[in-house]
Every structure is written in structure tokens, then in C-alpha cells.
């Protein structure tokens, strides 16, 4: 884990331990890093790097504060505006650009931001080059066989431009719109757009494959992004989809790569049943390449019990979409996630997205003619209880011998009928203690043992 990007890019609070300096400088680097590449390998064409962002009010700061940097060390700056954390990838990889940057906190409140990067394939970028962004931010930089106090910027015609690049986005619409392979024209479909970035996007896609589209919590005030919205707030939905007799409704976070399910009875489909759905579709098609599904460690003990009753095996990664399509790209898996709503369907992106998951849920129900309650009977979900005990030190905490007894205890005791999973928050001081059990009175005596052995030998704040 990097001292500011964790599994999941440069997150904190706007202006607190994320600035607008750190954003000029992360473009400062973007944009000297990807030009001298360039220039070493015989083109004299600037570095091309294209933003987007959700609608946080900060995410203009950040912007602006990015397209400096970038243009300053000579890069041009590509602007999608307001978009979804996808179609970024997605413009990145089929366009031909250097590298993306998107900027959003995800699910975080409006106060948070964050800065996401993704390189040339698309993809997460990879460690070794944040490792180079991060030390340049702390003043201790050496690439390229020498030690950098600052970096040159640009002079003359080698500064750089900025470029209006909306197009890249309704490109990025009309692929989705491309890859449905059925009309929704009779299907009710309920969107909660989180007042995030599938607020412009979501429903010209399922407008134009036909659905009749009802949408909520799609006029964001910058302020407004996740708050009683989206997949963290899916009881909002769930109500509306039982108010309006609705189909269908799919709930998305604040930048659309995730994407979380209500069903027309109001049950919620969670990245488990996704995952279960669609991997069962695949597996009937003969698609399910490898007869593999991805999972992370945190996802449903239902999930694994559901697939071996199916035939189906699973691989387990940790927790992070980012870790998910690593294993995907390595063994050449096609289907992957999270429990949290990250579904990656590597032959279609590269990333989680949100809306691609919609329309391929979408397709399932058309194609089986039925309703999304039935396709997801098979899955029997285990009770989960997950408490975040906040810490001094993640690691002594958890490697704390008597936190590891009381840790193999409850496992000895759960045996085959459950489990328990003990880990560090990515981006918190926190420790994770989650139970799965045949109960949830058992989960909670569980989780209380853990949380209480922690507590007892000092290590919470």
C-alpha cells in the first residue's frame, strides 16, 4: 500500500489531506513523466492524458489544478467533463492515450475526493509507477538514471494545450447502447443515479434500448453525490421500485463503477447474486471460460455453497476490484467482483462499471424471459455481521497473538458452517472483524468476541 494511494487511487478530504497542490503536482508528473517517454522513444508528439470527474464541488479544484500541472510539463489535457470512472477507461484504451485520471471519492461523502489513475491499457495503474508519483510528491524522485529536485516544465510551443473532449463520453454511451443485445421496450427499470456521474449517462442508454426508464436522485448540487442516494442507500430504491411497480431498478456509487440490484419484490441483489446470475447464464452457454468466477474474500459464503452446488469453481482475491481483474488478466477469467457492486466483465472493460452490469443483467432477465426474484433463487445468502474497530496500528493489532487465538477459536468453532474474516481497512485505521453464520445472533456473539479481544489489549484509538 502507497502512503497516499491506496487500492483505490489518492483518496481523502477535499482541501484537508488531499489539496489542490497535490493535484498540480500528480499532474506535473503525469504530464513530464509521459512526454519524456515519448521523447526517449523517438516521438516528438506531446504526452495525451484525459480527465474526468464526478460532481463533487471540489472536482473542478482538482480538475483545473491537474490541467496546470499537465500543461505546464507539456502534456495536452483532454477533457470529458462529467463522467463515470469507466468511460474513462474506456476513452483511455480505445483512443490511445498516455494515461486517465479520474477524479472522485467513489461512494465517499461530497467532502472527499479523490484522484484515480489508470494507464494506456485502461486498467488500474500499475504500482510501480504511483510509487513514482508518490515520490515526487515527497521531494525524493529518481527515474530515468538520476535524482530530480524539480522538474523542467515547458517552454514556448511545448506547452501544453487543453482540449474539450466530450465526444470521447458519448462515444463511451454509444458502445453501452451497442453491447445490448436485447429491447427492453416493455421492461419498467428504476435508476438511482446517486446525484453522481451516471446522472447524464444511465438513462439515454436505457432509453435507447427501449426500457421505460424511471430515474431518481439525478440532479446533483455538488453537494448532494451519495447522500440517502445510490448503492450505499439502496433502501431508497427498494422503496421506489415497490411505489411504481417497476421491472427492475439498479442503483449506482458516485463515479458508476459499481452497481447493486433491487429486484421487483424489493429484495436487494447484491454483487453476490450478480455474480451467481450471470455466472450461471455463462456457465449454461458455455462461456464461463476456465469454469472459474472471481470473487474476493469478503464475498457471501452463499455465493461459494451456490456454486459448487452449480459445478462451478471460484477463485479468491483480496478485497479490491483492482486485485480482481490482476487474477482475471493473469488466468484469462472473463467474470469477476465484489460483493459491494465491482463487476468486471473483462471481455467488454476493463474496470468495474456499473451500467455495463445493469445491461448485463438486463440481458439475462430478456434472454430467460422472467423475473430477476427468479433468477436469483439458488443463492441462499448467510447472515454477516461486520464491525470496524478503529486502531492504533493495523498490523500490531492484528498480529497480536491473543487477537490471533481468539481468531482461531471462533474458526475452530464455525467449522464448514461459516466463517470469519479478520483484515485491515485499504484507506482507514481500521481493523475489519466479519462473521458469516447459519445465524445472526451467532455472527454477533462472534464479531463481539474479536472486537472485545482487541479492545482488551489496547490497541483501539
Same mark, same amino acid.
Given at each position: 500500500?502507497?502512503? &497516499?494511494?491506496?487500492?483505490?487511487?489518492? %483518496?481523502?478530504?477535499?482541501?484537508?489531506? @488531499?489539496?489542490?497542490?497535490?493535484?498540480?503536482?500528480?499532474?506535473?508528473?503525469?504530464?513530464?513523466?509521459?512526454?519524456?517517454?515519448?521523447?526517449?522513444?523517438?516521438?516528438? =508528439?506531446?504526452? %495525451?492524458?484525459?480527465?474526468?470527474?464526478?460532481? %463533487?464541488?471540489?472536482?473542478?479544484?482538482f480538475e483545473y489544478n491537474l490541467v496546470g500541472g499537465l500543461v505546464a510539463s507539456g502534456a495536452d489535457a483532454y477533457l470529458l467533463h462529467v463522467t463515470t470512472t469507466p468511460s474513462v477507461a474506456y476513452v483511455v484504451r480505445t483512443e490511445g492515450f498516455d494515461c486517465g485520471i479520474m477524479i472522485?471519492?467513489?461512494?465517499?461523502? &461530497?467532502?472527499?475526493?479523490?484522484?484515480?489513475?489508470?494507464?494506456?491499457?485502461? /486498467?488500474?495503474?500499475?504500482?510501480?509507477?504511483?510509487?513514482? $508519483?508518490?515520490?515526487?510528491? *515527497?521531494?525524493?524522485?529518481?527515474?530515468?538514471?538520476?535524482?530530480?529536485?524539480?522538474?523542467?516544465?515547458?517552454?514556448?510551443?511545448?506547452?501544453? %494545450?487543453?482540449?474539450?473532449?466530450?465526444?470521447?463520453?458519448?462515444?463511451?454511451?454509444? #458502445?453501452?447502447?451497442?453491447?445490448?443485445?436485447?429491447?427492453?421496450?416493455?421492461?419498467?427499470?428504476?435508476?438511482?443515479?446517486?446525484?453522481?456521474?451516471?446522472?447524464?449517462? +444511465?438513462?439515454?442508454?436505457? *432509453?435507447?434500448?427501449?426500457?421505460?426508464?424511471?430515474?431518481?436522485?439525478?440532479?446533483?448540487?455538488? #453537494?448532494?453525490?451519495?447522500?440517502?442516494?445510490?448503492?450505499?442507500?439502496? /433502501?431508497?430504491?427498494?422503496?421506489?421500485?415497490?411505489?411504481?411497480?417497476?421491472?427492475?431498478?439498479?442503483?449506482?456509487?458516485?463515479?458508476?463503477?459499481?452497481?447493486?440490484?433491487?429486484?421487483?419484490?424489493?429484495?436487494?441483489?447484491?454483487?453476490?447474486?450478480?455474480?451467481?446470475?450471470?455466472?450461471?447464464?455463462?456457465?449454461?452457454?458455455?462461456?464461463?471460460?476456465?469454469?472459474?468466477?472471481?470473487?474476493?474474500?469478503? !464475498?457471501?459464503?452463499?455465493? #461459494?455453497?451456490?456454486?459448487? =452446488?452449480?459445478?462451478? *469453481?471460484?477463485?479468491?482475491?483480496?478485497?479490491?476490484?483492482? #486485485?480482481?481483474?490482476?487474477?482475471?488478466?493473469?488466468?484469462?477469467?472473463? @467474470?469477476?467482483? =465484489?460483493? !459491494?457492486?465491482?463487476?468486471?466483465f473483462s471481455k467488454y472493460a476493463s474496470t468495474g462499471d456499473g451500467i455495463l452490469t445493469s445491461l448485463k443483467l438486463m440481458e439475462v432477465m430478456m434472454a430467460k424471459k422472467t423475473t430477476m426474484s427468479q433468477l436469483a433463487q439458488g443463492l441462499s445468502v448467510y447472515p454477516q455481521v461486520l464491525?470496524? $474497530?478503529?486502531?492504533?496500528?493495523?498490523?500490531?493489532?492484528?498480529?497480536?497473538?491473543?487477537?490471533?487465538?481468539?481468531?482461531?477459536?471462533? +474458526?475452530?468453532?464455525?467449522?464448514?458452517?461459516?466463517?470469519?474474516? $479478520?483484515? /485491515?481497512?485499504?484507506?482507514?485505521?481500521?481493523?475489519?472483524?466479519?462473521? /458469516?453464520?447459519?445465524?445472526?445472533?451467532?455472527?454477533?456473539?462472534?464479531?463481539?468476541?474479536?472486537?472485545?479481544?482487541?479492545?482488551?489489549?489496547?490497541?483501539?484509538?
Open positions: 500500500m502507497g502512503k &497516499y494511494f491506496g487500492t483505490d487511487g489518492f %483518496r481523502g478530504e477535499a482541501n484537508v489531506n @488531499l489539496t489542490a497542490d497535490h493535484a498540480y503536482k500528480v499532474g506535473r508528473f503525469l504530464g513530464w513523466y509521459y512526454s519524456q517517454i515519448k521523447h526517449m522513444n523517438g516521438e516528438d =508528439e506531446p504526452a %495525451r492524458i484525459v480527465i474526468g470527474k464526478d460532481t %463533487r464541488r471540489s472536482s473542478y479544484m472522485s471519492a467513489s461512494h465517499n461523502p &461530497y467532502y472527499d475526493n479523490g484522484i484515480k489513475l489508470i494507464n494506456g491499457a485502461g /486498467e488500474k495503474m500499475e504500482e510501480s509507477t504511483i510509487e513514482l $508519483v508518490e515520490a515526487y510528491l *515527497d521531494g525524493v524522485l529518481e527515474v530515468f538514471g538520476r535524482r530530480w529536485e524539480e522538474l523542467p516544465l515547458a517552454k514556448r510551443d511545448r506547452i501544453g %494545450r487543453t482540449v474539450d473532449h466530450i465526444a470521447g463520453r458519448n462515444r463511451y454511451i454509444g #458502445y453501452l447502447i451497442s453491447l445490448g443485445m436485447y429491447s427492453f421496450k416493455g421492461k419498467k427499470v428504476g435508476l438511482d443515479c446517486a446525484n453522481g456521474s451516471a446522472w447524464n449517462v +444511465a438513462k439515454s442508454v436505457f *432509453d435507447a434500448l427501449g426500457a421505460k426508464t424511471y430515474v431518481i436522485n439525478a440532479d446533483p448540487d455538488g #453537494y448532494n453525490i451519495n447522500t440517502n442516494a445510490g448503492s450505499t442507500h439502496i /433502501e431508497v430504491l427498494q422503496k421506489f421500485v415497490l411505489e411504481n411497480g417497476l421491472d427492475v431498478g439498479f442503483a449506482y456509487d458516485g463515479d458508476a463503477d459499481r452497481c447493486l440490484c433491487v429486484d421487483e419484490k424489493g429484495n436487494i441483489i447484491t454483487g453476490d447474486h450478480i455474480l451467481y446470475i450471470y455466472g450461471k447464464y455463462m456457465k449454461e452457454r458455455g462461456k464461463l471460460l476456465h469454469n472459474t468466477v472471481v470473487t474476493t474474500v469478503m !464475498s457471501n459464503f452463499g455465493l #461459494y455453497k451456490a456454486f459448487d =452446488e452449480l459445478g462451478i *469453481d471460484y477463485a479468491k482475491t483480496a478485497v479490491g476490484d483492482k #486485485y480482481v481483474y490482476e487474477y482475471m488478466t493473469q488466468t484469462g477469467c472473463r @467474470l469477476g467482483g =465484489e460483493q !459491494s457492486g465491482h463487476i468486471i464491525k470496524n $474497530v478503529r486502531v492504533t496500528d493495523k498490523a500490531v493489532a492484528q498480529a497480536d497473538e491473543d487477537v490471533q487465538a481468539a481468531v482461531a477459536q471462533i +474458526a475452530q468453532k464455525l467449522g464448514d458452517t461459516g466463517r470469519i474474516l $479478520v483484515r /485491515e481497512s485499504g484507506t482507514e485505521p481500521v481493523i475489519r472483524v466479519m462473521v /458469516e453464520a447459519e445465524s445472526e445472533d451467532i455472527c454477533r456473539e462472534y464479531v463481539d468476541h474479536v472486537v472485545n479481544t482487541i479492545r482488551h489489549k489496547g490497541h483501539c484509538v
